[in-house]
């Protein structure tokens, strides 16, 4: 079977409005596709930047997966959030980037949107707090149909850094 690693951090994140943000993320691929070592999802701790709006987390990302084919090249998925004073958690955006496809080190921005809702949820989310959320966060990777119908804004970008090393593509005809 032809194999992926992929190795690297989720660096952090920046332009989103609030402080101590984190970051839940997790891999989705194909049904030919076979997690062989790694976690496949994870959440990073939370950082409080003070001197500018730039949230670290540096957490370490290290899969192995293994295929047949290539329908189904992986994706990672993203989530912010946003931890207040009083522990609550809300989100702030929601984003998606498809793992490279090439050998080598990868520096990946991935730009994250969330719902907008309507001036009546704005207004409560301000006085009351929280935010909207998707019902199933994993459509956003699987069913573009259902994308089309949301109404959303932008928020901030997630930075990643990926190295991928492909074993045994060229045995399918794929050469890298």
Known sequence: MAELHVIGQIVGASGFPQRRLFCKW????GGTWKLLAGLGSGQTQVD????????????????HFATKGLQGWPKLHLQVWH?????RSEVLGYGFCHVPATPGCHTLSCVTWRPRGTWWERLSQRLVGGGLQLRTPD???????????????TAGTVHLQLGVLLRHFGRYGVEC
């Not at 997790?26 to 691929?29: C, M, N, R, T, Y």
């Not at 931890?83 to 522990?87: A, E, H, I, K, R």
């Not at 459509?139 to 804004?153: G, K, M, S």
């Open 26 to 29: 997790g891999l989705h691929a």
């Open 139 to 153: 459509a956003i990777t699987t069913d573009a149909t259902d994308r089309f119908r949301l109404h959303t804004e």
């Open 48 to 63: 409080n930047p003070q001197a500018d709006d730039v949230a670290y987390w540096c957490h370490p990302v290290d899969v």
């Open 83 to 87: 931890q207040d004073d009083l522990g």
